[in-house]
């Protein structure tokens, strides 16, 4: 079985920074990709940022030039650099994490929310 362990959230004020941490534990095998993963009250949970195996990012163009996804391969952790924070970025962020045969494991969430 396979982890995520999602950490960093909480209440910040608009223009704010916060920090998710995503940690991976299990059998973990064949990695193609890690991302972060957004879902607002009655809204579709949305792509924020996600990062290949290879190390290719790709970017919700609401976040791009405020949140940076990085990782550590070593220790199996994504993270989500958040800058600039607005309201329209509450919302519960999830952990995605997405190996071989198409299988993909999710977080469990954790709430951000920008007050204005």
């Known amino acids: 079985q396979v982890q995520l362990v999602e950490s960093g959230g909480g209440l910040v004020q608009a223009g704010g920074s916060l920090r998710l941490s995503c940690a991976a534990s299990?059998?973990?095998?064949?990695?193609?990709?890690m991302g972060w993963y957004r879902q607002a009250p009655g809204q579709q949970r949305e792509l924020v940022a996600a990062?290949?195996?290879?190390?290719?990012?790709n970017y919700a163009d609401s976040v791009k030039g405020r949140f940076t996804i990085s990782r550590d391969i070593a220790k199996n952790m994504v993270y989500l650099q958040m800058n600039s924070l607005k309201p329209e970025d509450t919302a519960v962020y999830y952990c995605?994490?997405?190996?071989?045969?198409?299988?993909?494991?999710w977080g469990q969430g954790t709430q951000v929310t920008v007050s204005s």
């Open positions: 995605n994490l997405d190996v071989a045969f198409g299988i993909s494991y």
């Open positions: 299990g059998n973990i095998f064949s990695i193609t990709g």
């Open positions: 990062i290949t195996s290879g190390g290719s990012t």
